[in-house]
C-alpha cells in the first residue's frame, strides 16, 4: 500500500512489487521494510491516513482521493 501510494511500484501483487523495491533500493532492505511497515502503521493508514500529519504528502499519489 505504501509503496503505491508513494509511487514506489506499480505491480498488482505483493511479491511483484518485492521485486521491483529490491531491483530500486538493493541495500538496507531490512530497514526499508521496517522503514515502510511503521510508516503505513502509523501516517499512511489503510483507512483514515493521517495526510495532514505526513512529511510525505507531497510524494503521495492518493492523497486527492482522501478527505484531509
Do not use: I, W
Not at 22 to 49: D, E, I, W
Amino acid at each position: 500500500r505504501v509503496a503505491h501510494r508513494l509511487g514506489l511500484s506499480d505491480a498488482k501483487t505483493a511479491t511483484k512489487c518485492e521485486d521491483e523495491l529490491s531491483k530500486k533500493f538493493k541495500t538496507n532492505l531490512h530497514l526499508l521494510h521496517q522503514a515502510m511497515v511503521l510508516f503505513g502503521r502509523y501516517r499512511c493508514k489503510a483507512v483514515k491516513p493521517d495526510c495532514e500529519e505526513c512529511f510525505m504528502v507531497e510524494h503521495c499519489r492518493t492523497k486527492e482521493s482522501f478527505k484531509v
